[in-house]
């Protein structure tokens, strides 16, 4: 008998595969779809400081420029101060996915400034999320801010919000940090419950005939997996957090390398745009032939197993993979 369930931000999941935050996830028919077909938990699509404010200003601007003529339709709206239609929206949709699914509900949350991030975490909370993921978004396009400084506010606003909530927190990191291994381990100490790596970035491309800066967004492929396997193998040696693998993971061999390298979890979004809600039904069931074929019973047992700690060549995780890779690679046709 095959268990594919896991642990992941202190609830249990009846199989390791998120819908991870996406567009997809602001249906709370989707949502249903999603745990019909095995989700073990969702990630909500964020809520992004920005749209909060978009939202709250076009209110406002609605609201005066028909102050006059308007007056009694305008007082059906409540104060600003007391209601800002984003956010509402947003713990609203918690509430109906809690209510609409059986399985842990996680909030996503995209703030600028610390005050906001712990306004809307607590309301998260408050809303019933069972965790909340901030995903933080700092550019490095400064000259001024060093990449210490960087990671020193990324702790202290982890830090600021984890003393505000009784909910786990995981945190969505970006690839880019110089020494991931000793920031990884300060969020651990500042109270993260898991990291969700990576998240994937979306560089604006350069139109030749416009000569503008255009944005450009595509689905992402397996390829992109091992960058995550190499954190999540070396990370998870040592830290005792939960990992959460975003980026790449479209088939049930994406998933248990993931496993294997240590993730609690695997999360996807582009496989479900690309193949319909449905996949989610087709990887769990390849993670369990491939694991009927090799004798593993349950998750645990196959977490980690490839490691850092475990894998029997670790030194292809450090500088060593460097040469063996070039050498790997034969020039043969390309005179
Ligand atoms: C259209 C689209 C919208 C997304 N929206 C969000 C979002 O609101 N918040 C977030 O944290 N990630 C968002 N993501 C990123 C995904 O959650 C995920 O981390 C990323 O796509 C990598 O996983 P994948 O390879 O399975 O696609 C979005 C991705 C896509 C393609």
Redesign the pocket.
Known sequence: MIDLSTFYLGKKLSTPLVA????LCKDISNLKKMKEAGAGAV?L??L?EEQILLASQSLDRFLNAGADSYAEFSSYFPDRGTYDIGPHAYLFHIQAAKKAVKIPVIA?L?GTVLESWVRYARAMEDAGADSI?L?IYFLPASFEKSGAQTEEDYCELLAGVKAQVHIPVAV?LAPFFTSLPHFAQRLESAGAGSLVLF??FYQPDFDLETLEAVPN?T??TSD?LRLRLHAVALLSARLKLDFAI?????TGADAIKAIMAGAHVV?????L?RHGIGRLNEIAREITDWMSAHDYSSIPEMRGAMNAANVPNPEILQRANYLKVLGSYTTKGAA
Do not use: C, D, I, Q
């Open positions: 991870s935050s996406s567009p990630v699509h964020s992004f996503s995209n993921e995903k969505k998240n994937r967004l689905l992402s992109e975003t980026g790449g993971v479209h999360m996807l979004t582009s496989a745009l």
